[in-house]
């Protein structure tokens, strides 16, 4: 409407909607979520398009999912995808997009698998990282936010050590020993295949556990992250300052929710349930009362403009660090006029410890991988 008002624009989305009806030769934009993409993929591969345009393009990161397959499928003359991660958590990602962007280019995925991933990320092979780099280098125009957005304020990144009360610290650990020796019996008695999906099971509790292992009744107090983060919170708030706040369960938002609500610090919440965003964010970006916003890590990641807020709190980590990033951009955006406070929490001596080593080598290899061009 801005850029291109004759543009013809058609939004593809919700009930009665249908592509059938366009006129083959009338030059037309047609706008569609990833979810409308994979169920009319008939319809859309119906035609072949001029353009074919991803935005979060991460979103075909696991080449055989359906969505992927769907996108995939689609004809299209020419192939753009923009996103601010291309690897969030290994080569496998890149390799999605380039079957997207120019299938031939690496072949099959077991032959992308054997000549750079294996060797780049378990062998640490710097000739196939080169090569890698080599091939994708052409086709990547990449830029740095602070090298676009000249006038941004800057952005401040901390990690935040958490020391555990000594009670949660003894249900942890107990736990976390009953849990090696369940995935050492299960590894000695089938393969690591059969194994994973309770492995997954395992590191997704003993994280719930090093949070707020309160929220099933894991522990009877209030756990050190929850103190921590209201009294930031009750402080910033009484120096005017607003705040984000992400979280990977749905019970954790609940209990950061009603501790800022008991000290009077008008809040919202927005999970996957949430219907009306753009209200909760338009109330948010204007009304006074609203301090804090509280949401889970993959809904509140991506599509918000929340530059009321200068304070971002990550209550417990994700497996990549881009998804962080992301999600402490919402507020570290055009439109932002103050510095930025973004604070990592995470439980010294636990399994959160441990993914940020993780996040570290991830964030290293996509750094190893995606080049400048200047």
């Known amino acids: 409407t801005r ?15 249908s592509i059938e009806s366009l006129p083959a030769d009338e030059p037309v ?32 990161k696991n080449s055989e999912a359906k969505t992927s397959k769907a996108i995939f499928s689609i004809r299209a003359r020419n192939r753009l995808a ?27 995925e077991k032959d992308f698998m054997s000549s750079y991933m294996k060797p780049i990320q378990v062998d ?31 952005k401040v990144e901390q990690t935040v050590l958490i020391d555990l009360d000594e009670d949660h610290m003894a249900i942890y650990q107990q736990r976390r020993a009953e849990l090696q020796r369940r995935v050492q019996e299960a590894l000695m008695t089938g393969s690591v295949g059969q194994s994973t999906f309770m492995i997954l099971q395992v590191l997704t509790e003993l994280r719930r556990l090093a949070s707020v292992p309160e929220s ?39 209990l950061v929710s009603e501790d800022l609500g008991s000290r009077g610090i008008g809040n919202l919440v927005m999970t996957g349930a949430t219907t009306d965003r ?7 970006q204007e009304d006074r009362d609203i301090r804090a916003f509280v949401m889970t890590l993959k809904t509140g990641g991506v599509g918000l403009n929340l530059t009321a807020a200068d304070y971002v709190f990550i209550v417990d980590p994700w ?15 055009i439109g932002q006029t103050r510095t930025v ?25 996509a750094g190893a991988v995606l080049s400048t061009d200047t």
């Open 124 to 154: 640490g092979d710097e000739d196939a990282l080169r090569e890698l780099r080599l091939k994708v280098y052409p086709f990547m125009l990449r830029r740095l936010k602070k090298d676009v957005l000249k006038d941004l304020p800057p």
């Open 278 to 284: 753009q209200t909760l964010v338009r109330r948010f």
């Open 3 to 17: 850029f291109a008002p004759g543009l013809r624009k058609i939004l593809h989305h919700g009930t009665g909607r």
């Open 216 to 254: 099933d009744g894991s522990y009877p107090g209030t756990s050190a992250k929850r103190g921590y983060l209201s009294e930031m919170i009750d402080s910033l708030n009484a120096e005017g300052h607003k705040c984000l706040v992400f979280c990977n369960y749905l019970a954790t938002v609940d």
């Open 29 to 60: 934009l047609v706008l569609c979520t990833y979810a409308v993409a994979r169920i009319d993929a008939a319809a859309l591969t119906g035609r072949t398009w001029e353009y074919l345009v991803l935005d979060e393009s991460q979103s075909i």
């Open 319 to 333: 497996w990549n660090r881009a998804a962080e990033t992301q999600a402490m951009d919402r507020t570290h955006r």
């Open 82 to 108: 923009l996103s601010g991660t291309p690897v969030e958590n290994s080569l496998a990602d890149l390799y999605s997009l380039f079957r997207f962007l120019n299938p031939s280019m690496f072949g099959k």
């Open 341 to 365: 406070f973004s604070y990592r929490l995470i439980a010294r001596g636990t399994i959160e410890e441990r993914i940020l080593e993780l996040q570290e080598r991830k964030a290293d290899l």
